[in-house]
């Protein structure tokens, strides 16, 4: 699927799992297009567990509803130059560890983002697996 893999701290994810943030800032947009973001959880959970579906990307100076972790301080240029809309969240009934992403996958936790294709396997087997909608906007 086209999509790309993040990292994302602890505690923005569980802000975005809780449905409290609603946009995942960043500061480029990857050329190919994509509609999905296969979220690596740092450390101390260090876990690929959520699959997360995303809207039309906004870009600085265009607004966002206010309601939304960061949504005012990115409104006012604060933020990161692009707003990704969260659309859905689904979290994998079985995540998987760095030790297993990395003997299993050879996958490298990335730094700014990964094309899916990078880890086709990977993102072959995250097609399949068993997932559970937990936000859906």
């Known amino acids: 699927t086209n999509g790309i893999y993040v990292s994302i701290n602890p505690e923005p994810t569980s802000k975005i ?5 609603n946009h995942e800032f960043r500061n480029y947009i990857p050329k190919k297009s994509f509609k999905f973001l296969y ?3 740092t450390a101390p959970q260090s876990q690929l567990k959520y699959v997360i579906e995303i809207g039309d990307i ?3 100076p265009e607004k966002l509803e206010s309601n ?3 949504n005012i301080d990115f409104n006012i240029g604060k933020k990161s130059k692009y707003a990704y809309p969260i659309i859905k969240v689904y979290e994998l009934d079985c995540p998987i560890s760095l030790e297993e992403l990395k003997n299993k996958f050879r996958f490298v936790p990335p730094q700014a983002f990964s094309y ?3 880890f086709a396997e990977l993102t072959e087997y ?3 697996a068993e997932k559970t909608i937990i936000v859906n906007q």
């Not at 799992?17 to 943030?21: E, F, L, P, S, T």
Request: charged share 25%; no cysteine; proline share 0%.
């Open 58 to 60: 906004v870009k600085y």
């Open 126 to 128: 995250l097609s399949k």
């Open 68 to 70: 939304g972790d960061g």
């Open 39 to 41: 979220v690596y959880v």
């Open 17 to 21: 799992v809780q449905g409290i943030k």
């Open 116 to 118: 899916a294709e990078t």
